[in-house]
């Protein structure tokens, strides 16, 4: 079956780093995404990985492990407003994102 | 950027009456889209993925016959929601894909049903 897995839930203090981790398991795999969506909102685009290793964008990193099935994503110099949640969704051989629950990430000054 | 517009963004009815949410693509055009239901605290659920000019592909569980919907132009999808009840209040999301390289998916902006 498909599958994926995050923490359900995550604090850091503003301004500090944090890494959100996500393992899948997919039939087929045609690259990753990560969505970041506040509460009450739709998904907004944060990265793509289809090779390994790192990519990065500003504050924002994600890096990818394709013979794990591993997958995470980087936040430096935290701000109040990443207090959201984070969505690593995989994308399978028919080209369909599979979702996880996502993680929650709370931000504390 | 791609951008998707959803109307409306909020809408509350009365149970038994049909709801039809709009979703277009702005700046692009989107052979293909979707839409999911998202409820509190949980993840977004894919309900059907809308091909333009064809007939929608509905997710196992998913009633074809209650959730219509038209993928009649290449900027336009619309998922109506017949006989709505209150187990059908949730946060429904459609998103385009661009046909760019790697499939990246634009979601609009959500709406919100509240069956009464």
């Known amino acids: 079956g498909q599958n994926i897995d995050q923490p359900t839930e995550m604090t850091a203090t503003e301004g500090a780093i944090v890494q959100i981790n996500c393992t899948y398991q997919t039939s087929g795999f045609n690259g990753l995404f990560w969505y970041q969506q506040h509460a009450g909102e739709a998904p907004t685009f944060l990265s793509y990985n289809v090779l390994d290793g790192l990519e990065e964008k500003g504050r924002f990193s994600s890096f990818l492990s394709r013979s794990k099935g591993y997958s995470y994503l980087l936040l430096k110099e935290l701000q109040m407003k990443d207090s959201a949640s984070y969505l690593c969704?995989?994308?399978?051989?028919?080209?369909?994102?599979?979702w996880g629950a996502g993680t929650k990430l709370i931000i504390k000054p | 950027g791609a951008v998707v517009s959803q109307h409306p963004s909020w809408v509350i009815c009365k149970s038994g009456t049909s709801v039809k949410i709009e979703c277009r693509s702005l700046?692009?055009?989107?052979?293909?889209m979707f839409w999911y239901r998202q409820f509190p605290k949980q993840s977004l659920m894919l309900m059907a993925t809308?091909?333009?000019?064809?007939?929608?592909?509905?997710e196992q569980g998913v009633e074809k016959d209650k959730f219509l919907i038209n993928h009649a132009s290449l900027t336009l999808s619309t998922l109506t929601v017949t006989s709505a009840h209150p187990e059908d209040s949730s946060f429904y999301i459609c998103?385009?894909?661009?046909?760019?390289?790697?499939?990246?998916?634009?979601f609009g902006p959500g709406t919100r049903l509240t069956v009464l």
């Open positions: 809308s091909n333009e000019g064809s007939k929608a592909t509905y």
């Open positions: 998103s385009a894909d661009d046909s760019s390289d790697y499939n990246e998916q634009f």
């Open positions: 700046d692009f055009q989107a052979t293909t």
């Open positions: 969704a995989p994308l399978d051989s028919n080209y369909q994102l599979i």
